[in-house]
């Protein structure tokens, strides 16, 4: 079967760096995306890893891992706004994206 | 703005209704999706359409009826249907759909709540 798991919520302190996780088990792998949705409005897209390591946008990195099946992504200089759902998703062989049910972050001051 | 509209932003209707989600994208894509996203589950997809041609129904049913009359404009038309189907219902669009790795852009979606 497929599965993709993250954590369902956490919290994190103004300024400080946080890591989600995303483990995953699908039926091929093409790619591995994560997008980032503020309540109440669509999902946008943040970033895409199809081989292993790091890829760094600013304040946001995302890292994958595809022989262990898991990804992270990464976010530093934490702010407020950056309060949101932040959703994983794997490209599988048919290249459809499989979801994650997404992980809430929740940024305190 | 992610270039992907849609209408209504909020629906509430009976069990007995009939209406339409609109979704229209700017973007010069060539493929379209339906998805359901419910609280604490994963986006769930179910309608594909890829250069106006349906490529994907995810077992979804028959109460939700897609209509792609053309790349820029998506619909789907609900009827009968049950308190269980209360969720947002999100469009989005990518440049190519079955085969292609690109990413998709989403529509802010429409609340639906059936009483």
């Known amino acids: 079967g497929q599965n993709i798991d993250q954590p369902t919520e956490m919290t994190a302190t103004e300024g400080a760096i946080v890591q989600i996780n995303c483990t995953y088990q699908?039926?091929?792998?093409?790619?591995l995306f994560w997008y980032q949705q503020h309540a109440g409005e669509a999902p946008t897209f943040l970033s895409y890893?199809?081989l292993d390591g790091l890829e760094e946008k600013g304040r946001f990195s995302s890292f994958l891992s595809r022989s262990k099946g898991y990804s992270y992504l990464l976010l530093k200089e934490l702010q407020m706004k950056d309060s949101a759902s932040y959703l994983c998703?794997?490209?599988?062989?048919?290249?459809?994206?499989?979801w994650g049910a997404g992980t809430k972050l929740i940024i305190k001051p | 703005e992610t270039g992907v509209t849609q209408t209504p932003r909020h629906l509430v209707m009976g069990m007995t209704n009939k209406k339409s989600l609109k979704c229209e994208q700017h973007?010069?894509?060539?493929?379209m999706y339906w998805y359901k996203q419910s609280a604490k589950k994963p986006l769930e997809l179910m309608f594909v359409?890829?250069?106006?041609?349906?490529?994907e129904n995810n077992s979804v049913p028959s109460r939700f009826s897609p209509e792609c009359p053309n790349s820029s404009h998506l619909f789907l038309h609900l009827h009968t249907l049950q308190p269980e189907d209360s969720a947002l219902y999100l469009c989005?669009?990518?440049?190519?759909?079955?085969?292609?790795?690109?990413?998709?852009?989403f529509g802010p979606g429409t609340r639906l709540t059936v009483l």
């Open positions: 699908t039926s091929g792998f093409n790619g």
């Open positions: 359409y890829n250069f106006k041609e349906q490529t």
């Open positions: 989005a669009s990518s440049q190519d759909g079955q085969g292609a790795i690109n990413e998709q852009f």
């Open positions: 998703a794997i490209l599988d062989s048919n290249y459809q994206l499989i």
């Open positions: 890893n199809v």
């Open positions: 973007l010069g894509h060539n493929a």
